[in-house]
């Protein structure tokens, strides 16, 4: 089945992915920072029959500490997880659809973190299909609720609808022109943050950000999708504009072509010279510099992470093999595109 | 130092880690700690988001009323202190617990403290928060009406002011 970052979506030049989180806890066990390992299995072997109850196989059931390093950071390197949920892994369990849109963390920080992913700008869509699952679980569980503050998070910064929606842009122009701490600053005061790819003090890496809804009490649902959407629709259009300036000056267009050129022809390519290189080469397929899709070079971004490539060729690869597995990928993929520009 | 991961970059991420009584240490560059899922490295050791937000709670003062009995959550045995130092609640009755001591920061993180998203359904809780006492609202209404008092006095409203300070006392009366 075809995983769902291989699509292009709407606004998919700029915007790679949408994602919604609902965080759910049980109101008959404490919250995970106050359960043991053996407290942490109990609660996710009953949120585990609550799924499966009506006999669907729709989730693939994991325990986190069955797999190895490698195979639990490239969840985290496909966003399936967060990068916390792969360092303490015992008690832990994670669902999964098979096209891997829809993942359920089973205690992350609180007892549930459903998320769900689509490509492209797709909040109401992401937000229906969260809603409904998180609708059928609530038939089957005793959700820690409150009216007063919703939702009873681990953490109070997420009480209230417990809902995080966030859009993964790539921002390459506004990255280069030094705007991104501009727009945060602009963001922040919106009640939205941005930041780099990978949550939490991560680096954008490949000019990859993530621009997401910071409040959850006293606002619904629907009114924090809408604020994000009408944000990221902005920033899009700032991001296009400022593509095509820079795209004006023919040292950027070099440099576009010659990223394409490296990307075609290495044979070692290190994980952050390929996410700058493809950056690059992201950006020149959007503005149509070049005949290069999207899809291909969004599949490549994901699947060229470092445990990625280790997972997929099940065993530990020193940092040399894994840059010519890399570069042979990345090649194979960019040579075989067709090409009516070159 | 030189990361041990890659060998090249400088060390920046240095962790040690005490299992079982037994001690290792990893000294990695920002980028190997990022793909080696260390990505969020504050978290868990000891500089997290929790410490920023049991800072954040900190600043509450306990309210007199609070102090004593009842300072403990009867479920999971979370004291106040105990929240304040991991930044973190340990249970769905600790909010009940301590629902009016987290107002405060509440507003702060949000700046509403009243939810209006979704709600649980017919299956899920509805375990009534405490309600105010009679006293505890007359206390609240008090230190509003202090308040404008204090304001029309800045404002030089006097007049104002005299008939906020005749209605203050006649709720002390």
Not at chain 2, 69 to 83: E, L, M
């Amino acid at each position: 089945m075809k995983k769902w970052y291989i699509e292009k979506g709407d606004q998919g030049d700029v915007v790679l992915s949408t994602r919604i989180r609902l965080a759910r806890n049980l109101e008959a066990y404490p919250f995970p920072v106050r359960l043991d390992i053996e407290g942490k299995k109990k609660v996710c072997a009953e949120i585990r029959d609550a799924v499966q109850s009506d006999g669907s196989n729709t989730f693939r059931w994991i325990d986190m500490a069955s797999l190895t390093p490698s195979q639990a950071v490239s969840l985290a390197e496909r966003h399936l997880i967060s990068p916390e949920f792969t360092t303490d892994r015992d008690g832990r369990a994670l669902l999964l659809t098979e096209d891997e849109s829809v993942s359920i963390m089973l205690c992350e920080e609180d007892h549930i973190r459903l998320q769900v992913m689509q490509s492209g700008l797709a909040l109401e869509q992401a937000y229906d299909i969260a809603d409904k699952i998180d609708t059928m679980l609530d038939k089957r569980l005793q959700y820690a609720y409150d009216e007063r503050i919703g939702y009873l998070t681990q953490c109070p910064t997420n009480l209230g609808t417990a809902m995080r929606a966030s859009v993964m842009l790539h921002l390459p122009a506004l990255d280069a022109t030094g705007r991104i701490s501009s727009l945060a600053a602009t963001v922040s005061k919106l009640g939205l943050t941005i930041r780099g790819a990978y949550g939490e003090g991560s680096q954008a890496r490949g000019s990859i950000f993530q621009i997401s809804n910071q409040i959850t009490l006293g606002i619904t649902e629907q009114a924090a999708i809408d604020n994000l959407r009408a944000i990221t629709l902005q920033i899009v259009q700032q991001e296009r504009t400022a593509q095509e300036q820079l795209l004006k000056n023919e040292a950027e267009i070099d440099k576009i072509w010659r990223a394409r050129g490296v990307l075609s022809s290495a044979r070692l390519l290190s994980g952050d010279e390929f996410m700058e290189l493809a950056s690059l080469v992201r950006m020149g397929a959007a503005r149509g510099v070049f005949n290069l899709s999207l899809e291909k070079i969004n599949e490549l971004i994901v699947n060229m992470q470092p445990a990625t490539i280790n997972a997929a060729n099940g065993r530990n690869l020193t940092p040399a093999q894994r840059d010519a597995i890399r570069a042979e990928a990345v090649r194979t993929a960019i040579l075989t595109q067709g090409d009516d520009n070159v | 130092m030189l990361c041990q991961n890659c060998g090249k970059r400088e060390a920046t991420t240095h962790i040690k880690r005490v299992v079982n009584g037994e001690t290792s240490e990893s000294h990695l560059c920002a980028e190997c700690a990022a793909s080696m899922g260390y990505a969020d490295v504050f978290s868990g050791f000891g500089l997290s988001f929790g410490d920023l937000l049991g800072g954040f709670l900190g600043e509450t003062p306990a309210p007199q009323n609070q102090l004593g009995t009842g300072s403990r959550c009867r479920k999971c045995g979370s004291s106040w202190n105990d929240i304040v130092r991991a930044g973190k609640v340990g249970c769905a009755d600790c909010y009940r617990t301590f629902y009016d001591r987290l107002q405060p920061t509440l507003q702060r993180i949000h700046g509403r403290i009243r939810h209006t998203g979704k709600a649980a359904g017919s299956a899920g809780t509805h375990a009534p928060v405490q309600e105010k006492t009679a006293e505890e609202l007359r206390e609240e209404k008090i230190e509003a009406l202090r308040k404008q008092m204090n304001e029309a006095v800045a404002e030089q409203n006097f007049e104002q002011a005299a008939k906020l300070r005749d209605e203050i006392r006649g709720l002390e009366a």
